[in-house]
């Protein structure tokens, strides 16, 4: 069964949630607001009402009851995703698990981390530091736990460390029918029945809600230094990028800009970099280790025609440029005033990435939106940065079809339409287009199987 329409709640329905969460329930409009948008470019849509959770037995009596009532349910972290994720599309509940938030235990000999799903990326590893240690996937946003879990989060680490998909280990999630399920092991090997934990990271809320999640979490190097080279074209510096991975140096980010986007980050964080195309490196290790590593780099950028390699070991001056970096988003936004900007991505494989990029930017010029190119090339990785003025309704639609011309030659190129972003409401068709009718069949089959109600996050993923 699949929600088609709008769910609105009653007060009898209303009062009866909040008798679960011992009131935590609001139907206030600027409440109602905040958790009916994310940072995509898909217009809000309020819930019907907000809840908010407090523990995983919460969450499960939360979810037996939407369950009993049919009352579709969104779960929410803090709204950072890219695809549409949060929006209550067929109103119902948002379901706030923010406050969920508790570091539940640090297991330094084991490098394991046990989290509630509201914990925020950035508070995690300010605590970790204090025992020597940190978590590796950083997406840019200071997103929740919980959500970088539904989604499958990757970012500027994954060349070295992995994605969600690598560093989760075990969970705790709330299945539609308010049964609780604990799935994986604290353990670095698992061949023990079908892999669940999987099944659920990346399912972006359609099959459960995430309460607890256990992480693999990484010795902070004894040493990290960052580099920076530029390049006359985006194909030239891209090319460098497959070069570097395919040496062997164990390059901790590796992360490409284009000139368009160096230009948004000077002026939005008030640094001078040269405008041209531009790749950023990270090195972790020893003293010496990071040095040799550096100096390879720039040895192999050069063949590639990369001028003024620079590198430093210094704390302040790495944080600054990688925090310019995490800034390209916000920057591009700053340089358009009153515009908004649609970030997609794409992932091809390493020998197709030069070809994907330059694909890409030629359908992009032609466009005439203002764009910007940038991403974690070395994992063959590469976002898209699209304009679009909110008072013209009728450019969606248009990036819409651009998108899908751009997704579409990468798909075929052995690629996939979303790297890390997920499908969400904005990717159902490419992801038919991607996996094919018999996969996403499957798919179906199995949201069937665990949410028969169909109210886990409708209008996601597949239709």
């Not at 930017?361 to 003025?389: M, R, Y």
Request: net charge negative; glycine share 10%; aromatic share 6%.
């Amino acid at each position: 069964m699949a929600i088609t329409s709008r769910v609105d709640l009653s007060q009898s329905q209303i009062d009866a949630l909040s008798a679960l969460v011992s009131g935590r329930v609001s139907v206030n409009e600027s409440v109602l607001d905040s958790h009916g948008r994310d940072e995509s470019a898909f217009p809000p849509v309020r819930p019907s009402a907000v809840v908010m959770a407090h523990s995983t037995e919460e969450v499960s009596k939360v979810l037996a009851y939407c369950n009993a009532e049919k009352i579709p349910v969104v779960a929410f972290g803090v709204g950072s995703s890219l695809e549409g994720h949060v929006l209550p599309l067929f109103g119902g509940i948002s379901l706030d698990i923010s406050e969920m938030d508790k570091i539940l235990q640090i297991s330094p000999d084991d490098l394991t981390v046990r989290v509630q799903a509201g914990v925020k990326r950035m508070a995690l590893n300010k605590k970790l530091s204090s025992d020597g240690l940190f978590f590796s996937v950083d997406p840019g946003a200071d997103a929740t736990i919980g959500g970088m879990t539904s989604t499958g989060a990757s970012g500027t680490t994954t060349v070295r460390y992995g994605s969600m998909r690598e560093n989760v280990l075990k969970l705790t999630a709330v299945l539609a029918d308010g049964t609780v399920m604990e799935v994986g092991r604290e353990t670095r090997k698992l061949s023990a029945g079908y892999d669940l934990t999987r099944l659920i990271v990346g399912s972006e809320g359609t099959l459960a809600v995430v309460t607890e999640i256990t992480l693999r979490v990484f010795g902070i190097p004894e040493k990290m230094a960052a580099a920076v080279c530029r390049f006359k074209s985006l194909e030239d510096g891209v090319q460098a990028a497959i070069a570097i991975v395919r040496s062997g140096v164990a390059i901790a980010r590796c992360e490409f800009l284009d000139a368009q986007s160096i230009k948004n980050v000077n002026a939005h964080d008030g640094i001078s970099l040269q405008e041209a195309p531009t790749l950023l490196f990270e090195f972790h290790g020893s003293p010496r280790g990071v040095e040799e590593d550096a100096q390879v780099v720039q040895e192999i950028t050069s063949e590639f025609g990369g001028t003024d390699f620079e590198w430093t070991a210094e704390e302040g001056e790495r944080r600054k440029l990688w925090q310019a970096r995490h800034n390209a988003y916000w920057a591009g936004i700053a340089a358009h005033p009153g515009k908004r900007g649609i970030s997609t991505d794409a992932a091809v494989p390493l020998s197709k990435l030069a070809d994907a990029v330059a694909v890409s930017e030629k359908i992009l010029s032609a466009s005439g939106f203002p764009f910007s190119i940038l991403g974690h090339v070395a994992d063959g990785n590469f976002h898209t940065f699209i304009i679009t003025d909110p008072k013209n309704p009728n450019e969606l639609e248009e990036i819409r079809k651009i998108t899908h011309e751009m997704t579409s030659a990468i798909i075929a190129m052995g690629g996939t339409c979303t790297g890390e972003h997920g499908i969400g409401a904005g990717k159902i068709d490419s992801l038919l287009e991607e996996a094919g009718s018999a996969s996403v069949d499957i798919m179906k089959l199995i949201k069937k199987a665990l949410d028969p109600n169909g109210i886990l996050n409708p209008g996601k993923i597949f239709h």
